[in-house]
């Protein structure tokens, strides 16, 4: 079992930046694809970015790309979001999710953070 633990949400002004971290609680986190996803209220869950194991190859979602990155350091469990240039359709609960190898579906998850971008 992998516990994910996110932290780094809040509330911040349109045009604003935030990083959001996840740390994961297993020592073979270098072996799990990471991502984040997110689920505005009424909306179903969608997904915002993911980064392989090594942490070189990395995609997003067109709504984010080019004002969000993310990031890991498998000396730390730790998986980031660095959030720039937000406006308020980023407003989502922000959920980290782990994929384990040769897996297709995305197993683990953190109980999420809470963004909210004031206009």
């Known amino acids: 079992q992998v516990q994910l633990v996110e932290s780094g949400g809040g509330l911040v002004q349109t045009g604003g930046s935030l990083r959001l971290s996840c740390t994961a609680s297993?020592?073979?986190?270098?072996?799990?694809?990471m991502g984040w996803f997110r689920q505005a209220p009424g909306k179903e869950r969608e997904f915002v970015a993911q980064?392989?194991?090594?942490?070189?190859?990395?995609s997003y979602a067109d709504s984010v790309k080019g004002r969000f990155t993310i990031s890991r350091d498998n000396a730390k469990n730790t998986v980031y979001l660095q959030m720039n240039t937000l406006q308020p359709e980023d407003t989502a609960n922000y959920y980290c999710?782990?994929?384990?190898?040769?897996?297709?579906?995305?197993?683990?998850w953190g109980q999420g953070t809470q963004v909210t971008v004031s206009s």
């Open positions: 999710a782990a994929r384990a190898q040769f897996r297709s579906i995305w197993g683990f």
């Open positions: 297993t020592r073979t986190f270098s072996s799990y694809l």
């Open positions: 980064i392989t194991w090594s942490g070189d190859g990395t």
